[in-house]
């Protein structure tokens, strides 16, 4: 099966600075945002957007990494933070691409058992054909596919891409 490069590297880092730039807007009245990445590639893009807004913006970042089984969403979702580190705290979930919704959900879900400030959602490939009603709110790109075909982030120390196969 063929691969098309649906994002180069620039055009990551290019994206990752405008969702930086669109989270400082939103939680520009907050001392503290917590950026919770979702394990494994949603937590290296959160870790690259708390690096871009800790550039831009004068916010306390908070990085959080959550980890939940994607094959049996309804087992234990973990965090790498206690709770009462993000009560009454915005918060922004990361992940890097976006196919059912079903990750994301369970994801919220797991957050919503204490108060909140502001809840946003942050994705880099937003697939566009989802099973649950979430919705993103800072996202890379749109696109419109199958379910048969298959997106993939690959960051590396020196060159990041996403792929369309």
């Known amino acids: 099966m063929s691969q098309n490069i649906i994002l180069s590297h620039q055009e990551i880092?290019?994206?990752?600075?405008r969702?930086?730039?669109q989270i400082y807007e939103t939680f520009v009245e907050e001392e503290t945002v917590v950026i919770a990445g979702i394990a494994s590639n949603g937590f290296v893009?959160?870790?690259?957007i708390a690096a871009t807004l800790a550039t831009i913006a004068p916010l306390k970042i908070i990085l959080c990494e959550?980890?939940?089984d994607k094959q049996n969403p309804l087992a234990a979702v973990a965090t790498s933070l206690q709770?009462?580190?993000y009560t009454n705290k915005g918060i922004v979930l990361v992940d890097d691409v976006l196919n059912s919704g079903s990750t994301l959900m369970y994801g919220v879900k797991h957050f919503l058992d204490v108060p909140l400030k502001k809840f946003?959602?942050?994705?880099?490939?937003?697939?566009?054909?989802?099973?649950f009603p979430i919705k993103v709110d800072f996202k890379g790109i749109s696109l419109s596919t199958s379910s048969k075909e298959h997106v993939a982030v690959v960051f590396e120390a020196d060159t990041s891409y996403a792929v369309l196969s």
């Open 66 to 68: 959550v980890t939940l």
């Open 13 to 17: 880092e290019h994206k990752i600075k």
């Open 83 to 85: 709770p009462s580190e």
């Open 19 to 21: 969702i930086a730039y």
């Open 120 to 131: 946003k959602t942050a994705v880099l490939v937003d697939r566009n054909h989802k099973q």
């Open 45 to 48: 893009f959160a870790q690259k």
